[in-house]
């Protein structure tokens, strides 16, 4: 009689073991897929912050080009995804950069706050370029003048600085918490091409600003 109260004990002890398992088993899953997601955004999200800092560098001593940060910011977000264990890793590093080129045309954005078309209008000068052989329009930064000028006014200074906002909408891979995710991004009204499309994304923004290092010039 003891020998089968003791199995019944164990019985009931396993069937306990299983049910519970079977109800924490999912949250613990569910739990890893979120802590998972939110790593790779959180990793996202710095590596966005670095390719601002290095674009907007790329703009200040680049005449404040568009297209200079654009590329710049590409560049150093194809770090999302290290690319390990390549036989060609100058080839694997172009297509990764190429793959966050097409990314950013759909799917980012860079925004120039300052100089202001206010200040391209009121402090841009018509000067000569030796190196294109050719006069040019530019808030010019490099003559006495400008720093004088700098230091007295403060919309001049404002002018000689560039600030830029960027907006990348982050691809969210780990099953149900991209979806989960996707969904609040979509209420929020973020990355609604993407989250519209059933591409669960997630809205990462930065922001930079560098004393412009060279004249700029508006194209």
Known sequence: MSNLNGWCYISRQRAQAITEFIIVWPVLLLALCMVLQLFLVWWAQQTLDTATQYAVR???????????MEMTLSAVMAGIKPQLSQDNPVVAASQAIARQ??????YGKLKRLTPTQVHIDKFSQ???DPDIGNFVNEIAVDHY??????NADPEWAAARRLKI??????????PFAAEFLGLIAR???QCLIGNLASRPQWALTSAAEH?????????
């Open 126 to 128: 018509l000067r000569w």
């Open 165 to 174: 906002t960027t907006e990348w909408c982050f691809d969210l891979q780990i």
């Open 101 to 106: 080129r097409l990314h950013f045309t759909d």
């Open 211 to 219: 004393e412009l290092l060279s004249g700029f010039r508006q194209r």
């Open 58 to 68: 790329a703009g200040a001593i680049n005449h404040g080009q568009q297209a200079k």
């Open 187 to 189: 209420d929020r009204g």
């Open 145 to 150: 003048q400008a720093r004088l000028a700098k």
